[in-house]
């Protein structure tokens, strides 16, 4: 807390003796007349004076410890090297790579930038965790905000709210406000009450969704509830698409078994899959009961099924053979280059259907975290991240990559790549719109794990409300076992 603390016990006391001087004096006021009719005059007595009280200045205690990151605001990241690894792969780091020499060659600290791919997201988790207690470490890392969580609890992180709140190298509040909302809240990590990521960009769960097939079934629009999800699935399994390219059956909805599908269903539900302090799973409520019956039924009624190899519910929509699939924004370019390719038909994405009264978006993304080093190189990171998160690059990443900026002034770098690909821009409309959390702690990757093997076994014919017990329990453990 700032400010200077006041000492209440010196200012009683110096009111107390006041009050007493006061009283003496009125006293003595009525009396030397009378005393000096009586008698001869008394000689005047000099008064004793208090001595003035003056407060010690009280020290502003830091909003940080300054043995982790030094003295920030005069702290000089000159001359640092930050080695930087990510799950970027293919023309995704070939981007990467040409942002990182840009800032390489214009940052005025001098400060190298060396950017490393470490494969897919699940190899860099466990190169990270292998790496912690031997101390061989990246200045930092792309992290999901659970993989951070089990991190910071090894202590191998540092917070960021230091340095988003310094006046020298922070953000101000007009600038702050620039952030989409869910940016800013998805990294601030219940089980410490602190920020310990910073948002480049962000993804989404959106249907995709066939719009001359809908036409020929006489729709003229996606669905809006599950209601009417679950009435055109059904038909659209019994009626074909006139311009399909692809062998086989076809369905109303291709899914694929994944934790942040389930998440979605149980979000449009208006459940949530964490509470809100992070302490306890709350999925196998309602919401989430009828999440994993709506889709058993489906499936029952020959309206849905697996997809049958990976990313199968991307190819099956291209050749027209899924009325719908859920996935994620990021898969975007994927989709039209199946569409472009099979069937070529008119193709939008719609926000998930819902039952609460807007949508409720299923949106997340990874994001940057720091390494505990030197303060001088974390700053230096930080400097990265924060250039990283400046509107001009936002752009540019989004306008390479189908990922969202998390600034909403991004959208004005972007209007060219909106004319071009106006499913995108349909999409990011859907920012605005409320949200779930996927759960930011340690443990929730083998939570992830659970739920799936929970979707398969009901889908396989198990009871619904058992399996929802069981893995919220088996889930409640994880996070125990897992808490700082």
Known sequence: MFGQTINLSIQEESIMKLRKLLTFVIVLALALPLLAACGPKATPTEQPTEEPVVEEPTAVPLAYDEEIYGDLENLDPSGQTVVYWYQHTRSREELMLSMIDEFNRTNEWGITVQGESQGGYGELYQKIIAGIPANQLPSMAVAYQNQAATYAVQGALVALDPYVESEKWGYTEEELS????????????????????????????????????????????????????????????????????????????????????????VFSRGGNIINKTGTAYEFDGTPGLEALAFLK???????????????????????????????????????????????????????????????????????????????????????????????????????????????QSAADLLEDYFAENPVYKEAFTFMSYDYGIESPVAGYDECRSAIEEMLTAVLSGEDAQAQLEATVTTCNEYLEEAAP
């Open 297 to 407: 039924d489906l499936v029952d009624r020959g309206c849905a099924r697996e997809q049958t190899e990976k990313y199968g519910d991307q190819s099956d929509f291209g050749a027209g053979l899924s009325l719908f699939t859920i996935s994620s924004i990021s898969g975007l370019p994927y989709y039209k280059s199946v569409v472009d390719e099979g069937a070529g038909f008119d193709w939008s994405v719609a926000p998930p259907p819902h039952t609460t009264p807007e949508p409720r978006m299923n949106i997340y993304g990874a994001s940057q975290s720091i390494f505990v080093s030197s303060p001088e190189e974390q700053l230096a990171a930080w400097l990265f991240i924060k250039w990283m998160s400046e509107p001009e690059q936002q752009a540019t990443w989004a306008s390479g990559t189908g990922y969202f900026p998390t600034r």
């Open 178 to 265: 620039d952030f989409f909302p869910i940016a800013l809240a998805a990294d601030i990590l219940p089980q410490f009450d602190a920020r310990y990521g910073w948002p480049p960009y962000k993804s989404m769960e959106v249907m995709y969704y066939n719009k001359d097939w809908l036409a020929e079934l006489g729709y003229s629009g996606p669905p809006k509830t599950w209601d009417e999800f679950a009435e055109m699935a059904c038909k659209a399994a019994e009626q074909p698409f006139s311009g399909a390219t692809g062998e086989g059956d076809s369905f109303g909805y291709v899914y694929s078994i994944d934790a942040s599908r389930f998440a979605t269903f």
